[in-house]
């Protein structure tokens, strides 16, 4: 997961640097009447990756990939809002809008099958090529899956892949908007736009071009996790009461199902609202210090006991 959000960073660093000096170009070419070749495949230099990590205001470890990839993190990679796109579920024989999606195997509607994608392989016996196979996340995958049916059997080997689909549904809860050839789709002018659409599209930059999918709390969720939000962000206000009247317990393990890989939901349809916590890793971390905490306490009151 770490190798695949320095992979984002990566891009997005990529498509700034290309803008920045793009722009630089423009301004030289118009003070000296000239016009410079540019080279927008020219792999993106330490340097300037450094220097884009700062330009997103990312912490050490968000640049590293400790942190996954929340919305919040998202939308500092392009100082903007995130250019959100549908992604529905596949039904055989319903007849997608765009045809049948390369990796119909995996839009099921959930978002941890719909991650899975991105690190799995053998789709089924069909002839999908990744233009983006060969990049490090695929490969280490792929390495420690055979280290371990080397080292433990098959049984264990696809254990490590069923994980993999699990932790990557905990850590990563918007990615760029993926298909076979690339890893990160842009919105593009096509022919079939309109003049005033192909207008609006190229006077966007390139972080408002970059689609993205995200994850979805499930509409009977969102309740608990709005409440339990507010109650880590002000745990002695008024409403602490009232939580505590709800039983605080309860809601916590619903906000566990909540952003569970079982439940969250690939957000699809433009006309509804999403919601997602802004920072989901908050959540998880004080669920868990609670845990402990609790856990603590139970342990010196045993003792006291003793």
């Known amino acids: 997961m770490q190798l695949y959000v320095q992979e984002v960073i990566t891009i997005m660093a990529q498509r700034w640097n290309n803008a920045k000096t793009v722009s630089e170009a423009e301004q030289n070419d118009a003070e000296t009447g000239s016009k410079a070749k540019q080279n927008k495949n020219k792999p993106i230099s330490k340097a300037k990756l450094a220097e884009y990590v700062s330009w997103a ?6 640049a590293s990939g400790l942190r996954g990839l929340s919305r919040e993190m998202a939308e500092r990679l392009g100082r903007t809002s995130l250019r959100l796109v549908e992604s529905r579920p596949y039904t055989h024989g319903t007849g997608a809008r765009n045809g049948v999606p390369f990796f119909a195997r995996y839009d099921t509607g959930l978002w941890a099958d719909k991650l899975h994608a991105l690190f799995a392989w053998g789709d089924e016996g069909t002839n999908i090529k990744r233009g983006w196979d060969s990049l490090n996340f695929r490969q280490l995958t792929r390495q420690l899956h055979t280290v371990i049916a080397e080292e433990r059997g098959a049984l264990q080997a696809e254990a490590f892949i069923d994980a993999v689909h699990t932790v990557a ?138």
Do not use: C
């Open 169 to 306: 549904a905990r850590v990563l809860w918007v990615i760029p908007q993926y298909n076979a050839g690339k890893l990160s789709v842009m919105y593009d002018p096509k022919p079939g736009h309109s003049k005033a659409t192909r207008a609006k599209i190229n006077d966007m930059n390139v972080f408002e071009r970059t689609n993205w999918i995200a994850a979805q709390v499930d509409e009977e969720y969102i309740a608990s996790v709005l409440d339990f939000e507010d109650y880590l962000d002000d745990p002695d206000d008024v409403l602490y009461g009232r939580l505590i009247n709800r039983n605080v317990p309860r809601l916590k393990k619903r906000v566990k199902e909540a952003l569970s890989p079982l439940n969250l939901r690939v957000h699809y349809d433009k006309k509804e609202p999403i919601y997602l916590p802004e920072d989901p890793g908050r959540i998880h971390v004080m669920l868990y210090l609670n845990k402990a905490a609790q856990i603590q306490e139970e342990a010196a009151q045993a003792q006291e006991e003793t």
């Open 57 to 62: 205001g990312l912490a050490e470890d968000e």
